[in-house]
């Protein structure tokens, strides 16, 4: 089986999982940990762990369970979220993941167990297991913080604090080891970049044999990214030491005009008539264009 590893965080990087479970790949998912908001921002600022809510969406986008089955029960259970009380907020799985840490001394630990729970095919890494704050130079000055970020306007460069996060250990392999790479759509400030700054990657990514896709988002999501266009997305990716050999764009929505040279350009429809990338499609254009 092919080798896919795929970066970013968030619902982008959990739908690209997802359209790739039914084809016969080996899947590695390379996640962030910088967020800060709702249930992990939470447990960050309580517990001083990694945040785990992206790294859980990953998961069961990998889980094999049938309905039928007993393990759905799990899957559900990591689905959980209360709605009422201190726990109001709070998804179960996230808990389950920091109660797992802290029995088996690592969140890498905890993630490797809870991934046999979910019977994932597939890999699910933290970025990092550091406690990294993400950070952006803007034209008003420094903010900290993924959910500020988010709502700022005039970002010029993110960066982490600290600087010098390791990656988790198998993240470089995976990497180097890869046959093809997804940058997954998603925030391009607070969900993808953030995996790629971290040093180590970003060297890896630069080395590695594989190709790099990136899967352009559908629409600008937020204030941080407002009337970007495909081309700015490109540029900060690169301006960032990430890199790119194609872009997926979609017909409709956020195109690429001025490919840097010996970058590949795939415009064609992979929206599903909204502001969502059409699982059906996409799968269809990746199994095409990386032989899968």
Avoid: W
């Amino acid at each position: 089986m092919k080798k896919i590893v795929s970066l970013g965080g968030g619902h982008g990087l959990s739908m690209v999982l997802r359209t790739l479970l039914p084809c016969s790949v080996d899947q590695t998912a390379i996640v962030s940990v910088a967020d800060d908001g709702g249930s992990s921002g939470r447990l960050r600022h309580d517990l001083d762990i990694v945040a785990p809510g992206d790294v859980r969406a990953c998961m069961l986008a990998l889980s094999q369970t049938d309905n039928e089955d007993k393990d759905a029960v799990i899957t559900k259970m990591f689905n959980y979220r209360f709605d009422q009380g201190e726990l109001d907020g709070h998804s179960l799985g996230n808990l389950i993941l920091v109660a797992l840490a802290r029995e088996l001394g690592s969140f890498e630990a905890a993630v490797a167990q809870a991934s046999r729970l979910l019977n994932i095919r597939g890999r699910v890494l933290p970025a990092t297991e550091s406690s990294v704050v993400l950070c952006a130079e803007t034209k008003n000055g420094l903010v900290r913080g993924q959910v500020e970020i988010e709502h700022t306007t005039g970002i010029k460069k993110v960066f982490l604090d600290p600087d010098d996060a390791l990656p988790l250990a198998g993240v470089v392999e995976a990497i180097l080891d890869a046959d093809h790479i997804i940058y997954a759509p998603g925030s391009l400030f607070t969900s993808l970049i953030p995996v790629f700054i971290i040093p180590e990657i970003a060297h890896a990514l630069k080395i590695t044999d594989a190709d790099i896709t990136m899967i352009m988002n559908l629409v600008n999501h937020g204030p941080d990214t407002a009337g970007m266009t495909g081309d700015q997305h490109i540029e900060k990716v690169l301006e960032h030491n990430g890199r790119v050999d194609r872009v997926i764009c979609d017909a409709d929505s956020l195109k690429v005009s001025h490919p840097i040279e010996g970058m590949e350009i795939v415009t064609v429809t992979i929206s599903d008539g909204s502001d969502k990338h059409d699982e059906n499609l996409l799968r269809a254009l990746l199994v095409d264009l990386l032989s899968l």
